[in-house]
Antibody
Framework: EVQLVESGGGLVQPGGSLRVSCAASGFTFRNFAMSWVRQAPGKGLEWVSTDSGGTTYYADSVKGRFTISRDNSKNTLYLRMNNLRAEDTAVYYC??????????????WGQGTLVTVSS | DIVMTQSPDSLAVSLGERATINCKSSQSVFYSSNNKNYLAWYQHKPGQPPKLLIYWASTRESGVPDRFSGSGSGTDFTLTISSLQAEDVAVYYCQQYYTTPPETFGQGTKVEIK
């Protein structure tokens, strides 16, 4: 059974940094693209970033501030978030792609971790 | 970027009745070389993660009840719930994965019981 478990969310001040993690199990982690998708309070789903076969992609809204990475030996996906803004406040979901390419739908999602940016 | 627009933003349907959600993409998501539409549908209930319902516009994910169906091609797509059940109350999103990045979602359609 595929499981994705996020951790690391919390309250951070504007301009601060945070790293969230996603521990994966139940599938061959290295063989699939992995992404972060977020949902701000009262808003819809917004794709944030994808790691696909070592190639990384970012939404314009986070480019230059967020860094996605993965440790295939630990089956873990990370999102390092720097220079956080109030508008980054959201539940961050880890999502598994259906393949290791760059055209993915998301066939499994974690429960999400809440990141709150506030002073 | 491809913009996905859903309609309506919300709808209320009686139990057992049909619910229809539309999704329009700003450009075609049909790839002629493999005859596939790069369009997925998700169900999102409060406090839960999104759940994949449909991919390739009309392929139902394993375990999804057959009252959920997807149709359409090119730029216009529909998610139909043939007989609404209480557990179907949720927000539904379409997503294109034809031109990525970015993977883009529609704004969501909230389905409630009338």
């Amino acid at each position: 059974e595929v499981q994705l478990v996020e951790s690391g969310g919390g309250l951070v001040q504007p301009g601060g940094s945070l790293r969230v993690s996603c521990a994966a199990s139940g599938f061959t982690f290295r063989n699939f693209a992995m992404s972060w998708v977020r949902q701000a309070p009262g808003k819809g789903l917004e794709w944030v970033s994808t790691d696909s076969g070592g190639t990384t992609y970012y939404a314009d809204s986070v480019k230059g501030r967020f860094t996605i990475s993965r440790d295939n030996s630990k089956n873990t996906l990370y999102l390092r978030m720097n220079n956080l803004r109030a508008e980054d406040t959201a539940v961050y979901y880890c999502a598994k792609g259906d393949n290791n390419g760059w055209q993915n739908y998301f066939d499994h999602w974690g429960q999400g971790t809440l990141v709150t940016v506030s002073s | 970027d491809i913009v996905m627009t859903q309609s309506p933003d919300s709808l209320a349907v009686s139990l057992g009745e049909r619910a229809t959600i539309n999704c329009k993409s700003s450009q075609s998501v049909f790839y002629s070389s493999n005859n596939k539409n790069y369009l997925a549908w998700y169900q999102h209930k409060p406090g839960q993660p999104p759940k994949l319902l449909i991919y390739w516009a009309s392929t139902r994910e394993s375990g999804v009840p057959d009252r959920f169906s997807g149709s359409g091609s090119g730029t216009d797509f529909t998610l139909t719930i043939s007989s609404l059940q209480a557990e179907d109350v949720a927000v539904y999103y379409c997503q294109q994965y034809y031109t990525t990045p970015p993977e883009t979602f529609g704004q969501g359609t909230k389905v409630e019981i009338k």
